[in-house]
């Protein structure tokens, strides 16, 4: 499911150092040098919707997110998984992320992505 994710990559040790203390629900890549912590399960269309809810958790999870800038890790990334609705023949929509949104991402260090799952099984 194109859910919202956090994605981390480092070095085993501070992989594990971070782990080691942290009251996120993540989950460990099998290698060890990164994981993924689930920031919102919202399986919408609404972009603000998913934004609003990812900046909540961000906020109420600061200390941790500080961590992870202190322990320096590479390229901590806001991942926000986007279904493929356009209708055919249409363009794709345009997709707006707000200044705010922009700031507390930096705060922390994070890049932000969008990853595009295809369409949607209607089944």
């Given at each position: 499911m194109p859910y919202s994710y956090l994605r981390v990559q480092g070095s085993?040790?501070?992989?594990?150092?971070?782990?080691?203390?942290?009251?996120l629900l993540a989950h460990p890549y099998k290698s060890g040098d990164g994981f993924n912590v689930m920031l919102s399960s919202y399986d919408g269309k609404s972009l603000p919707t998913r934004i609003r809810l990812v900046a909540k958790f961000l906020r109420e999870n600061r200390a941790e997110m500080l961590q992870l800038k202190a322990l320096g890790f590479h390229a901590p990334l806001v991942d926000f998984g986007l279904w493929d609705d356009t209708p055919p023949g249409h363009m794709w929509p345009m997709y707006r992320v707000t200044t705010p949104f922009i700031q507390l991402l930096a705060e922390f260090g994070f890049e932000l992505e969008l990853s595009f799952y295809g369409r949607r099984d209607d089944d």
């Open positions: 085993k040790v501070k992989v594990r150092r971070f782990l080691r203390h942290s009251k």
